[in-house]
């Protein structure tokens, strides 16, 4: 079928007649839900296709078979406006439904089953040899009749209990595995909060849970108005940083705000490196908890320049050493450059490679996660910095496509701020000279 005909639907979907009885509306409902697993199972063929078709062409051109099809899942994230790691995942999946599991592409390309629930088919049975796989596979999904009805958690239950009766020592190996993935993560919340989360093995967890929870239950009846659950978050704050959770920790991060909103109460918010954005009275408070040299240091490195909002370095005078320049491009660029994509900065690249002339400035840095800069230097793939007021990055991947990445808004961007005074700019001046 012709792109062109598949870009015709779209136009087809907004334009449908609303002026239906009610028992269209739930045939329509149904449908479009059909539609949306059966263009999931499009999808699919369509990425195991193209993963198959660029490891051949990597092949012939004599790409390592180590290397060949590193590739794939950025140029997948790309095109479906996903983060890489979830494209990749979402390759995977393809490839299982492509390959290894007939009856569960069937199903999710006739809208018996949805995207989720042929993830979930193809997670728990991804432990497996290709041979259980299969026969889960088609004890699961080859009568349409046997997951009808099923809620996802009963059918996650259905494929453990077939995967476990089939080899019982590969699930018992997978669980082991996934015990040497113990890890510590932090993300944002709402309302200036944070998740901080642990993944640990189930024992371990339930432990530092009773621990926590132990703590927290001496404190009852002991006239403490705090929360049980607070209680036990302050004291976990209290086991992992050693001081008391009501104590000021000092903020050792990048904190980037106007000298409007520092000095003179500009209500413009300010940015945290690796949260996001502050409200410009808590971040003016958490100056304030610091010495006025502290300060100083900060905004030395973390100015953005009134007029354009564009990130000032402030020691641009001077040549700029890579360690200041990294820092400006981790402040610049807050996350990986890579549209979609979320992760932490771990690498500080060449937009245009050191080796085709790509100058060690702040235009030609870009700021990527480790699995974006190796997609990137895969065959074929180039990368500009493109003029123009905001730091913008053009990148033409191998089938041609372009995708740009324009650096996140900073604090003190034009049309934001509500004053400028040069008074206040002078007074900001001192600040940094007295540091
Ligand atoms: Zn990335």
Known sequence: MPTAVLASWMKALADLDRNISDAERIDQLRLLEDLKSGAAAAQARIAADFDASRRAD??????????????????VALARRESPHRASRLLGMAKALAHEMPHTMAALSGGRLNEWRATLLVRETACLQVE?????????????ATLDGLGNAKLVAE????AYRLDAESVVRRARRAETEWR???RPAPDTMAYLTALLPARQAISVYAALAGVADTHTGTGD??????????????????????DQVPIEV??????????????????????????????????????????????????????????????????????????????????C??????????????????????PTTAANSQGLCEACNYAKQALGWTAR????????????????????????????TPGTASQDSSALARHFADIIRAA
């Not at 990597?58 to 140029?75: E, F, I």
């Not at 004291?235 to 009501?246: H, M, S, W």
């Open 225 to 246: 108005r705090r929360s049980r659950g607070q209680l036990m978050a302050d004291t976990l704050v209290e086991r992992a940083t050693g001081r008391a959770a009501a």
């Open 58 to 75: 990597q092949a012939a051109r004599g790409v390592p078979t180590s290397q060949q099809g590193k590739d794939v899942g950025a140029q």
């Open 159 to 162: 494929v453990k209990k077939l």
């Open 132 to 144: 259980d796989r299969r026969s889960v596979d088609a004890a699961l999904c080859r009568d349409p």
């Open 184 to 186: 510590v993560t932090c």
């Open 337 to 358: 450059r890579t549209p979609w994509c979320d992760a932490p900065i771990r690498h500080r690249d060449h937009v245009m490679a050191h080796e085709d002339g790509g």
């Open 385 to 412: 910095p493109r003029p123009g007021p905001t730091h913008t990055v053009e990148t033409v991947t191998p089938t041609g496509h372009r995708y740009a990445s324009t650096a996140p808004r900073l604090p003190g």
């Open 254 to 335: 990048g904190l980037v705000m106007t000298d409007r909103t520092l000095l003179a109460g500009d209500d413009e918010p300010a940015l945290l490196h690796g949260y996001g954005t502050v409200p410009a009275d808590l971040g003016r408070d958490w100056v304030d908890s610091t010495d006025r040299a502290g300060i100083a240091a900060w905004l030395r490195r973390l100015y953005t320049h009134p007029g354009s909002g564009a990130l000032v370095a402030m020691d641009s005078r001077r040549r700029l050493l890579p360690r200041s320049l990294r820092r400006y491009v981790d402040t610049r660029d807050q996350s």
